[in-house]
Nanobody, 126 residues
């Protein structure tokens, strides 16, 4: 069974950067699509980015393209979300999630992910 733990949230001013980490415990890490989602107050949870099991195909939402980068370290069983040029509208609780197999066309579907972390708060001030 896979368990996820997000690390690295915090507060930053607009234009700043943060890097979130998601530590993955359990087996089959290398066989899972890893996704990042976020949920702002009063809004639905939305997909931010995802990375294929092999780390060779990345997906990202239009709102974060060119600013956020997802990567993974197989030796450390960790997936990262590097967030640059942060904006106040990026303020949200960020979650990592895992689904078995490729990301494919369902990379942004919340229901496609079986395992979720507890979330970490990111606050961007203007």
């Amino acid at each position: 069974q896979v368990q996820l733990e997000e690390i690295g949230g915090g507060s930053v001013q607009a234009g700043g950067s943060l890097r979130l980490s998601c530590r993955v415990s359990g087996d089959t890490y290398s066989l899972r699509c890893m996704g990042w989602f976020r949920q702002a107050p009063g809004l639905e949870r939305e997909a931010v980015a995802a990375l294929s099991p092999g780390g060779d195909v990345a997906y990202s939402a239009d709102s974060v393209k060119g600013r956020f980068t997802v990567s993974r370290d197989y030796a450390e069983n960790t997936v990262f979300l590097q967030m640059n040029s942060l904006k106040p509208e990026d303020t949200a609780i960020y979650y990592c999630a895992a689904k078995y197999g490729t990301c494919g066309t369902t990379w942004a579907d919340i229901g496609a992910y079986r395992t979720w972390g507890q979330g970490t708060q990111v606050t961007v001030s203007s």
